[in-house]
């Protein structure tokens, strides 16, 4: 099989860099954050890249980053929360290995916090969150194979439900 062994998508601060740590660890593969690639390539923050050169611009780096992953990676990858907004990204999405991490707002609001630098949420992060995900969570559900809840869970837990529900062995 070529591309990634396990592709994790869901909203900011769900978790998807550190579950996809654990995953390569307990699979022996690598971990990819498609995030940190459009960081290292720009040499600056996501958020100061909004900033300097708009949403757009930025969306246009990430699908560029999420074509590039997906056909060089085949460990683990973690998604950008708004990568699945691109229907040319959930195209190349389709017949993969996605999992959707889901948690509630209540949820966000403890792991993301007020005053994270989250450049879509500086205003009214609870309401700017909800609508973020109304219109996500239909996105994430298109290209998911799996979803799996992280409420009240941890990492570590999270992980084995991925490794159990896409039935893959740990080395």
């Known amino acids: 099989m070529s591309g990634p062994l396990v592709i994790l998508v869901g909203p900011m601060g769900v978790g998807k860099s550190t579950v996809g740590e654990l995953l390569a660890q307990r699979l022996g593969v690598g971990c990819r954050d498609t995030d940190h690639d459009i960081v290292e390539a720009a040499g600056k923050p996501i958020s100061e890249i909004f900033l300097d050169e708009g949403e757009p611009h930025f969306r246009a780096l990430e699908r560029e980053a999420v074509r590039t992953a997906l056909a060089e990676h085949t460990g683990i990858l973690a998604l950008g929360g708004g990568a699945v907004l ?31 630098p ?18 996500r969570r239909p996105l994430y559900t298109e290209v998911a194979r799996a979803v799996v809840s992280t409420e009240n869970r941890t990492p570590d837990e999270v992980a084995g439900e991925i490794l159990d529900v896409l039935e893959l062995k740990q080395k």
């Open 86 to 116: 691109a229907q040319e990204t959930r195209k190349l999405l389709a017949g993969t290995p996605v999992v959707f991490l889901d948690m509630d707002v209540a949820e966000a609001v403890k792991r993301v916090g007020l005053d994270a």
């Open 118 to 135: 989250r450049p879509l949420l500086m205003m009214n992060p609870r309401k700017q969150w909800r609508e973020l995900m109304d219109a």
